[in-house]
């Protein structure tokens, strides 16, 4: 049985046009049209893949908080040394130090925001809600410059879609007041 792509109605193989509603063009041997099935797995198969990778996001903001507490480590224990002894450094390394130190908690505030904020939009990706909300949290992640671009970039695209608004509206559904 072939459908019809104007009405969606069934036909015999061997039809030229549509019973229902007599359109000539309801098949197209080349390129068939694409079915609402295969645009809403389409779209559940990039959720889904998007919802991954904003907890990847969320652990490599982990990787990265990590990354900058050792960082802290070790240059604290080469100022130390430096310390000791006679510094080459044009800056006293007490004061370097101290500096490097607030670089160290504006990077870490920033990676603990990020983490938050790829992890809430994983679950809203996951349980489709919020779309907003994953689409300025796409927004900052184009500033986390090369994977976070590709992420922020991929998420706007995907959930600009007039097929994902419609997603999210089928999934948001208001609650009746029950007051009494």
């Not at 049209?33 to 907890?55: G, K, Q, V, Y």
């Not at 450094?89 to 990676?111: H, I, K, Q, S, T």
């Not at 992640?141 to 970039?153: A, D, R, S």
């Amino acid at each position: 049985m072939k459908k019809c792509a104007h009405c969606g109605a069934e036909n015999a193989e061997d039809a030229v046009k549509c019973q229902a509603c007599g359109t000539a063009a309801f098949f197209d041997p080349i390129a068939p049209p694409i079915t609402t099935s295969a645009t809403e797995r389409r779209d559940r198969d990039h959720l889904n893949l998007l919802s991954i990778f904003h907890f990847l996001g969320a652990a490599m903001c982990i990787c990265g908080i990590g990354a900058v507490i050792l960082h802290h480590r070790l240059m604290k224990m080469v100022f130390t040394k430096a310390m000791t002894g006679k510094h080459p450094f044009p800056v006293p390394p007490e004061d370097l130090m101290r500096l490097m130190n607030w670089g160290y908690r504006v990077a870490g505030v920033f990676l603990i925001i990020g983490f938050i904020l790829n992890l809430l939009s994983g679950f809203c990706l996951w349980q489709r809600k919020h779309r907003i909300f994953s689409l300025v949290v796409a927004g900052i992640n184009c500033v986390q410059v090369p994977i976070g671009t590709l992420l922020g970039v991929f998420t706007i695209i995907v959930l600009s879609r007039t097929s994902v608004r419609e997603v999210y509206n089928k999934s948001y559904s208001p609650r009746p007041d029950n007051h009494v």
